[in-house]
């Protein structure tokens, strides 16, 4: 692209991510710290991609995901994900109704522009299911009547670490649908001390103003997909994808034995797009190799599995991911 393409997409990038800057200072004047998170949740907006963010209780997660749904002025449900859950209470059902001797239709909690599901890793296999069809044909069916979920449609899925008790783990080919998996640590000791001085309180209330419409959000989607990624950033995108695949043929023969499964395509395509919302939010028009190496992480870390040989010496995915970025030469 010419000298003059990029100033384009540069100008038209700062007009429309100017939005960024109140909706972020309403966002932290909530959440203490989390600047991961809130970036994490900001690009899933941009980008049109569901988040599974993990992390112990307590951490914020959904508080999060209300203050944004909130600063966004979008229908917001929070699902209480349970063992006894069913499809139904979250698709919605059809309801006999004896004074017109028919069927109607009672939409479920899913028919909002922004899902909390929390802890999704608590419901069973079938309710999991029903949700993540939902995201990704981004209708439902009920009966025999299929109906349009809202644009925009963002499911925000937290869940628990695994290794808690009374957990269904989320199957891989079901956690690949999500654009990102996020883990959320605890705050610094000076964060965790300004959340004691706001928060140390027998009642705390948040009042969070509407600073966007969701169109605003549509069309920053729009310069989103404008934005320009060389096609040397979209080979070292292919790189880092194709040597999770085969690290051997990428030069990387220590990691062969430590990989069960590579990234899948999804993975080739979200990090693209990922990446591109990542340079929207620095201000900029075009895609650089940072871009690519501080999303990465989040797009990669549930889509490679480690092998059994892997996990008897506690190598884990994000071990694998950290490799693969220090060793593929960028460009």
Known sequence: MSHTGI?????????????????????????????????????????????????????????????????????????QFTPDLLPADL???????????????????????????????????????????????????????TFPLPDPFLVLATQNPIEQEGTYPLPEAQVDRFMLKLVIDYPTREEERRILDANARTHVEHHVRPVIEPDLLLRARAVVDEIYVDDKIKDYILSIVFASRDPRAAGLPALHDHIRYGASPRATLYLTIAASAHAFLQGRGYVTPQDVKSIAPDVLRHRIIPSFEAEAEEITSEHIVTTLLNELPVP
């Open 7 to 79: 100033t384009a997409i540069n100008e038209k990038v700062r007009e429309e991510s100017a939005f960024l800057a109140p909706l972020r200072a309403e966002l932290e004047s909530v959440i203490i710290g989390q600047r991961y998170l809130l970036d994490r949740l900001l690009i899933g907006l941009l980008a049109n991609g569901h988040l599974l963010l993990e992390g112990v209780p307590g951490l914020a997660k959904t508080l999060a995901v209300k203050t944004l749904a909130a600063a966004i002025h979008t229908d917001f449900r929070r699902i």
């Open 91 to 145: 698709i919605g059902t059809q309801i006999y109704n004896p004074q017109l001797a028919d069927f109607g239709t009672r939409k479920g909690p899913i028919f909002a522009n922004l899902i909390l599901a929390d802890e999704i890793n608590r419901a069973p296999a079938k309710v999991q299911s029903a949700l993540l069809e939902a995201m990704q044909e981004r209708q439902v069916t009920i009966a025999d009547q």
